[in-house]
């Protein structure tokens, strides 16, 4: 069992744990999530001889909720500085689920010197393409009293009718993180200040090898794989992993199929960059 760590940041603290040894993997989790989301993905990456930091967002899990400025760059401002100080002689690998995504291009153009590669888990990397309820559940949906349980079933929805055995488990810890007073407004503040527009002007900047993974019933995507196809192309073609079944969390809903290719793909690159 891993042991709550924390980052203190301007503001306030950040959690993470760790787990295995070797290179660094950071993983951050999408709005609404938690770390222990990548909890199926974890024992692959260690098992394949990575170190594995898994961080919870402002105002999310166990970090602090008295931030005041949430979203895609304040996330990527804090996985620099958790790289900085995890693996200060040699860049990391940032793995970023949703708005988790996002935020690793924004850490890997603006630092490309900390970061070795990227894997990218239903990216959000510009505003305007979702046709998820992420806007309305702004302005309404999330209005307590209602608001805590409205997530709960829309987080669940993400999955594509898909949820891993231990899904339960994972909701109910996640609904107690966000039914604190301070958290829940923490998620909403999150909410209301995230948007992708810095993240697709810093695009081009983006030198770390990519893998995007994207699950073809994604409700948050239009159409997931031109979505996949799209960002691949932004990065100069960056690999690409579709998975027809599965929704906003592959790494979740179809561990079995993601997990090995994510490690695979992270093996190929330390062994590329070692050849280098």
């Known amino acids: 069992m891993t042991t709550t760590q924390y980052l203190d940041r301007p503001g306030g603290r950040?959690?993470?744990?760790?787990?295995?040894?070797?290179?660094?993997?950071?993983?951050?989790?999408?709005?609404?999530?938690?770390?222990?989301?990548?909890?199926?993905l974890v024992p692959e990456l260690a098992g394949a001889g990575f170190s594995v930091a898994t961080a919870d967002l402002r105002g999310h899990g166990e970090s602090d909720a008295r931030f005041t400025e949430y979203g895609d760059v304040a996330t990527g401002h804090d996985a620099l500085a958790l790289a900085d100080a995890l693996s200060p002689d040699r860049p990391v690998v940032l793995v970023g689920s949703s708005m988790g995504a996002g935020a690793a291009?924004?850490?890997?153009?603006?630092?490309?010197d900390r970061v070795a590669?990227?894997?990218?888990?239903?990216?959000?990397?510009?505003?305007?393409?979702?046709?998820?309820?992420?806007?309305?559940?702004?302005?309404?949906?999330?209005?307590?009293?209602?608001?805590?349980?409205?997530?709960?079933?829309?987080?669940?929805?993400?999955?594509?009718g898909r949820p891993p055995a231990d899904h339960g488990d994972h909701r109910a810890r996640n609904d107690a993180a966000l039914r604190r007073p301070a958290h829940w407004r923490a998620f909403r503040a999150t909410v209301a200040q995230t948007t992708h527009a810095p993240v697709e002007a810093r695009l081009a900047g983006v030198r770390a090898p990519a893998l995007v993974v994207m699950g073809g019933k994604d409700p948050?995507?239009?159409?997931?794989?031109?979505?996949?196809?799209?960002?691949?192309?932004?990065?100069?073609?960056?690999?690409?992993?579709?998975?027809?079944?599965?929704?906003?969390?592959?790494?979740?809903?179809?561990?079995?199929?993601?997990?090995?290719?994510?490690?695979?793909?992270?093996?190929?690159?330390?062994?590329?960059?070692?050849?280098?």
Do not use: C, N
């Open 117 to 160: 590669g990227l894997v990218l888990l239903g990216p959000f990397a510009r505003d305007g393409g979702g046709a998820g309820l992420v806007r309305t559940l702004a302005r309404v949906a999330l209005l307590r009293p209602w608001g805590p349980r409205v997530w709960s079933w829309y987080h669940t929805s993400l999955l594509a």
């Open 105 to 112: 291009l924004w850490a890997a153009a603006e630092r490309p």
């Open 14 to 40: 950040i959690a993470y744990d760790r787990t295995g040894t070797g290179p660094l993997v950071l993983a951050l989790p999408g709005m609404g999530d938690l770390r222990q989301g990548f909890r199926h």
């Open 220 to 276: 948050d995507f239009k159409d997931p794989a031109a979505e996949a196809r799209w960002l691949a192309g932004r990065l100069g073609g960056a690999e690409v992993l579709l998975r027809p079944e599965s929704g906003h969390y592959p790494h979740a809903d179809d561990a079995a199929g993601v997990a090995p290719a994510v490690a695979a793909f992270l093996v190929r690159l330390l062994r590329d960059g070692a050849d280098a």
